[in-house]
């Protein structure tokens, strides 16, 4: 069974969250919100969540530890900063580094307070089947974030959103996840299917 749900002309996205280790697969995140926040007319924010390692910190007399930590921040800022030279860089808002141990949270505990209306991570598959699928943080991320999170393969390339398909087995969660992708594919300019696969034909 498939549903439709024809495009509609208007975005409600306007700022557009970023964050970034610095990896490929996080800098091709950021390229791929780039270009879209230039078909949305948004903003982007770029995020680094920085910490001392176990080890740096073991090394450091603990009178020095403040210091090291306005170091990394200046550190992290600096090349955040260097992204605006980035195709697309114009779009960039506010660079922002961040300290903290649990990545997800603070996340989206920027995007909330920064009043962001999606997020945008690399995908980079490891360890579990899920994690293997999107990467721990994006999946954690995925499931503790605020506003919509979309995860962009590595080697994914931008290109005009069209159409796009939602998979779902009508369980009450769906009705949000509708919404929500409603909700961008209007500001995209897509048509959305809602696909549900039945498993009895007769």
Known sequence: MIAHFQKEKKSMMKKI?????????????????????????????????????????????PELVED?????????????????DRPGGERIDQTEPIYGIFIDAEISDYVRDAGCDLIVMGIRGQHSLLEKLVGSTTTMTMMHAPVPVLGVPEKA??????????????????????????????????????VHVCKDRS
């Open 68 to 84: 090291r930590l306005v170091e990394l921040k200046e550190e992290m800022k600096q090349k955040l900063e260097a992204l605006r």
């Open 157 to 194: 390339e931008w290109g005009e959103i069209r159409k796009i398909a939602y998979a779902t087995e009508f369980r009450p969660t769906a009705k949000l996840a509708v919404a929500q992708l409603r909700q961008f594919a209007e500001a995209v300019g897509a048509q959305l299917y809602l």
């Open 17 to 61: 969250c970023v964050p970034v280790d610095f990896s490929d697969a996080s800098l091709k995140a950021l390229d791929y919100a780039l270009a879209l926040a230039a078909k949305l007319d948004a903003r982007v924010d770029v995020v680094h969540v920085y910490h001392l390692s176990l080890a740096e910190a073991g090394r450091i007399p």
